[in-house]
């Protein structure tokens, strides 16, 4: 066995565990070589990992329905209701009870970008990144519903210290900088198809952040949920950080989630087509409710329709949440409740013969939509599409960097039209500033768009 101060029971841990092929290059490693891989080493949950490989977790197997949901309101009365929401809403944010919480540890290599995805620049006209537009949308409200919003980030170990750079030499985009808490999430390591650790490097281990269900427990570990707790906050307004139009601080859900006393509420999308790659709203057998994801929705399930002809499982989840903070410090407090872990087939490029090849492997990731069906009380609401939902995914086609340039232009041009603001003929491409407005009745309705082609309203 091998021998380092200080190190020892790392060590014995890894012999154990039969994973001593991870020391394979130690003869070539010199004192700080041999640290780094044993540092690596020093937080993997051994009976985890063996667990994961013999028999992979999952969400439990229920009987399910379609979802209820509260729906885009089209009566009189439901709009009263959205209303008298609204109101409560705008108390609890004015209140300093709601914070805002984006997860930016994903890997976005499908979008392909070298960098942090939050640092891609998305703005049509002004060419601002996903951190600033939400940085500024978050900036906006405060100053409009004359609140602290608390702005946390979840970064992983890839990525962290460029993000956190990024936040502090753009002066935090204008937010008080106490109020911008950036933290990493978890990571775990993949196995190959023998369930062994993979070394990425001679030392080191391949791991990849542990999924956006990692954030809750990143809340706790990192103290943030501690903090929250301090400064009064009571519900975590929860995000991707991939979404351009999103409505980080929506009075009107929050105002439901409270008034219905919600433990974790979430926004839903009607589904576009059948087959569309979307999560989907189902409640369980006894009553909770849950999103079953796109790959996991039974064949008939995908393509029944009502007595109406309607498409039966049709909420779409757009992976935005309330969350009661206490309901995160339940969750997170012990081993029962905590999220399963899914498992995915992926090429992963190891460290094989001293060169990097791609080899098959697991990787393991949490979902955070897999806390839904630990809590009871959960509400879904409505959105229209297309002034909330346009994800970047990919470089180019569907849930690109191109549709949701083309949906904020959309959008945009809806909000001065229903302001009744005219747009010149020759003005092809719009874009409103988040410090302008983060909806149409922010908008001065006495400004004019200059004749431009290419037009940005600060
Ligand atoms: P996606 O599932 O789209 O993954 O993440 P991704 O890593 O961004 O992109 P691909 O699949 O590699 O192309 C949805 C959201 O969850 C966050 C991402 O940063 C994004 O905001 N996420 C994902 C995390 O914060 N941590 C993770 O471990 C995974």
Not at 124 to 142: D, N, W, Y
């Amino acid at each position: 066995m091998k021998t380092f101060s200080g190190y020892d029971d790392v060590i014995k841990r890894v012999y154990d565990h039969h994973q001593e092929h991870v020391f394979k290059y130690w003869h070539e490693l010199d004192d700080d070589g041999k640290k780094r891989l044993l540092e690596d080493l020093s937080d993997v949950d051994f009976a985890l990992m063996e667990r994961l490989y013999s028999s992979p977790e999952s969400a439990p197997d229920e009987k399910f329905g379609p979802a209820p949901f509260i729906p885009v309101p089209k009566t009189t009365e439901a709009m009263r209701e959205h209303a008298r929401a609204r109101e409560a809403g705008v108390e609890q944010v004015s209140r300093g009870k709601v914070a805002a919480f984006v997860v930016a540890g994903g890997q976005g290599s499908r979008l392909g970008y070298d960098g942090p995805k939050g640092k891609f620049p998305v703005g049509p006209v002004s060419g601002k990144t996903l951190f600033q537009m939400h940085a500024e949308r978050i900036l906006k409200c405060s100053r409009k519903y004359n609140a602290a919003i608390p702005f946390l980030i979840m970064t992983s170990r890839v990525n962290h210290d460029e993000i956190a750079a990024y936040f502090r030499d753009s002066g935090y985009f204008g937010l008080n900088h106490e109020d911008v808490l950036i933290f990493p999430q978890n990571m775990i390591p993949s196995l190959d198809t023998e369930g062994k650790l993979i070394l990425e490097t001679k030392n080191s281990v391949f791991k990849n952040p542990d999924g956006h269900g990692g954030s809750l427990t990143a809340l706790r570990a990192s103290g943030v949920l501690e903090e929250m707790k301090r400064r009064g906050v009571e519900t975590i307004s929860y995000f991707q950080v991939d979404n351009p139009l999103v409505k980080i601080i929506d009075p009107a859900f929050i105002g439901f989630h409270f008034l219905r006393g919600a433990d974790i509420s979430s926004k839903a999308v009607r589904k576009a087509y059948p087959e569309e790659k979307v999560g989907i709203f189902v409640r369980h057998s006894n009553n909770r409710i849950a999103v079953v994801e796109y790959s996991d929705l039974p064949e008939d399930a995908i393509h029944s329709v009502d007595e109406g002809g309607a498409l039966r499982y049709s909420s779409g989840s757009i992976a935005v949440h309330l969350f009661q903070r206490e309901v995160v410090e339940c969750i997170t407090a012990g081993a029962d409740l905590s999220l399963p872990f899914h498992t995915a087939k992926k090429k992963i490029k190891a460290c094989v013969n001293g060169v990097g090849i791609e080899i098959d492997g697991y990787k393991f990731e949490k979902f955070v939509f897999d806390a839904l069906p630990l809590t009871e009380k959960n509400i879904v609401f409505e959105i229209v599409r297309e002034e909330e939902f346009a994800p970047v995914k990919n470089a180019a086609g569907i849930d690109s960097v191109e549709s949701a340039r083309k949906m904020m232009n959309d959008l945009y041009r809806s909000w001065l039209r229903t302001r009744k603001i005219r747009i010149p003929a020759k003005t092809k491409i719009i874009e409103i500033s988040p410090l302008a407005a983060v909806e149409p009745d922010d908008l001065d309705a006495g400004i004019e768009i200059p004749e431009q082609e290419a037009v940005y309203v600060s």
